[in-house]
Structures are given as structure tokens and as C-alpha cells.
């Protein structure tokens, strides 16, 4: 049964940094991209960052490049979004995603979330 667990967040104050894991199970992990989403108060779901099955290529929405850094770790089965100088606007819950193959053409499964506030 494949299953993505996510932590990691809480409260934060603009500026602040936060580092959200995944801990992935029930499939190959290391043949397949992952991915960060997040769905903020009363807007539709936004699509954060992805990375390829071997970690070699990363990609960032425009409105968290230069601040957040998604990195994995294969031998631990979990995926990491390290998330810096954070502005009240990424208050949202975050959700990770599994993709259906090694490079982020679609995705098949999601984790329950874990909610991130930004706030002074």
C-alpha cells in the first residue's frame, strides 16, 4: 500500500525557515519523482516544487524560487522541502505527491498534508 506521510510544519514568522519531510512507503521510491504542493485559504491548489526519481534535476514555481530547496534522500526513502525566508503569503498546506514515473508528467498519489502559517 503506498502511502506518504508529511511533518515538519507549524508556525513561523515571516523571514523565518521551515524543513517539511516525506517519509514514502509501499512502492520503489528511488524510480520515481516527487513533488511538493500546497492549497493556501480559500485558493486552489498551487504547485510548489518537483524533482526527478535520482535527484539530479530540481524545479521551483516562480513564487518560491531562491527560497525553498527540495532535495531527496533514497537510502531513506524521504523527500525534504527546506523552506527559507518565508513570507506570509506560503501559509498553506503543503502536500507530497508521487509521480507515475521518474520524470513529473502526472501524479497518483497525495499525503494527508502538513499545514505551514507564516505569521507575526
Known amino acids: 500500500q503506498v502511502q506518504l506521510v508529511e511533518s515538519g510544519g507549524g508556525l513561523a514568522q515571516p523571514g523565518g525557515s521551515l524543513r517539511l519531510s516525506c517519509a514514502a512507503s509501499?512502492?520503489?521510491?528511488?524510480?520515481?519523482?516527487m513533488s511538493w504542493a500546497r492549497q493556501a485559504p480559500g485558493k486552489g491548489l498551487e504547485w510548489v516544487s518537483g524533482?526527478?526519481?535520482?535527484?539530479?534535476?530540481?524545479y521551483y514555481a516562480d513564487s518560491v524560487k531562491g527560497r525553498f530547496t527540495l532535495s531527496r534522500d533514497n537510502a531513506k526513502n524521504t523527500v525534504y522541502l527546506q523552506m527559507n525566508s518565508l513570507k506570509p503569503e506560503d501559509t498553506a498546506l503543503y502536500y507530497c505527491?508521487?509521480?507515475?514515473?521518474?520524470?513529473?508528467?502526472?501524479?497518483?498519489?497525495w499525503g494527508q498534508g502538513t499545514q505551514v502559517t507564516v505569521s507575526s
Open positions: 509501499g512502492f520503489t521510491f528511488s524510480s520515481y519523482g
Open positions: 524533482i526527478y526519481s535520482d535527484g539530479k534535476n530540481t
Open positions: 505527491t508521487k509521480a507515475t514515473h521518474a520524470q513529473l508528467v502526472a501524479y497518483d498519489y
